[in-house]
């Protein structure tokens, strides 16, 4: 009996350490299981973080493009920005829309072609300006100038049209360019009403028995006087280009305040009337 009692309580004791060595194994268990978890968490939380930095970052990107998009196509010059080697990689709206008035049938506006290559069959075929754009272009992506800028007449059946082509690098590692053409047909023709308007007040005022004199209102120089000058005045017109005081010379003294008061009077804005002598 002692020996069986002996034998039983070997018996619970080796269950015993079994059960300790399972119950420890159990607890290291659940401390692993707790550290899986809770690196799971670090790593769920290192993910979302991730996650929304990149979503951030793609969304400020977005915002950045849909702004510089919004920007050039704000512009009603039409502009083309080239790769370094000359390869049109975007195009602005004023671009798109001039090239659909006008026939244009590439479905992408040009975008992958080489606007360089482009220029150049245009100045083979004969189009002088189009090698001058050709040059101003590659001067500009070689970095051998700084910018480059040039006007050329582009007529059409509908009327005569001119336009200014600037070209910029772009300041990237990459490099590129950025080129604008820009209508100035109504500044083109400004400018040629003038002159006609200038040609004929000098066609008038050079054949006119009166004389006609005008003067820089913040410097008082005379700019111009007509030739009957000379002959009323028997003065050379340079030397009143050099002092219009030159012709008091010729006015008697009694006579010289009233001759000058006129001409300030003018320079006022006010209009006079004034008679004076000439000896």
Same mark, same amino acid.
């Given at each position: 009996r002692e020996t069986q009692l002996e034998e039983a309580n070997v018996i619970l004791k080796q269950r015993l350490r079994e059960l300790q060595r399972a119950e420890r194994n159990l607890r290291e268990s659940r401390v692993a299981t707790l550290n899986v978890l809770e690196d799971a968490v670090v790593a769920r939380d290192a993910l979302e973080t991730e996650v929304r930095e990149r979503t951030? &970052?793609?969304? &400020?990107?977005r915002e950045r493009e849909q702004f510089v998009r919004s920007t050039i196509d704000?512009?009603?010059?039409?502009? &083309?920005?080239?790769?370094?080697?000359?390869?049109?990689?975007?195009?602005?709206?004023s671009w798109k829309e +001039?090239? =659909?008035e006008n026939g244009y049938t590439h479905a992408n506006f040009g975008i992958g072609e080489n606007y360089l290559t482009v220029t150049r069959r245009a100045a083979d075929a004969g189009a002088i300006d189009a090698g001058e754009v050709w040059e101003g272009v590659q001067s500009v992506l070689r970095n051998a100038v700084e910018s480059f800028e040039f006007e050329y007449p582009c007529h059409s059946p509908q009327g005569f049209h001119w336009f200014m082509v600037n070209v910029s690098p772009i300041a990237t590692p990459n490099g590129g360019a950025v080129v604008w053409h820009t209508d100035i047909t109504a500044r083109r023709h400004a400018e040629e009403g003038l =002159?006609?308007?200038?040609?004929?007040? =000098?066609?008038f005022a050079d054949n006119s028995a009166d004389v006609f004199w005008i003067l820089d209102?913040?410097? =008082?120089?005379?700019?111009?006087?007509?030739?009957?000058?000379?002959?009323? +005045?028997?003065q050379s017109r340079e030397e009143l280009f050099q002092?219009?005081? &030159?012709r008091?010379?010729?006015?008697?003294?009694?006579?010289?305040?009233e001759a000058s008061r006129g001409v300030e009077d003018a320079l006022a804005g006010k209009t006079f009337v004034r008679n004076y002598r000439i000896r």
């Open positions: 951030q &970052a793609q969304t &400020a990107l704000s512009f009603t010059s039409m502009i &083309a920005i080239l790769d370094c080697d000359g390869v049109i990689l975007d195009v602005n709206q +001039f090239a =659909r =002159r006609e308007s200038e040609e004929r007040f =000098r066609q209102a913040k410097t =008082r120089k005379v700019e111009y006087v007509n030739p009957v000058y000379e002959k009323m +005045f028997g002092s219009r005081r &030159a008091l010379k010729l006015v008697p003294a009694e006579d010289q305040d």
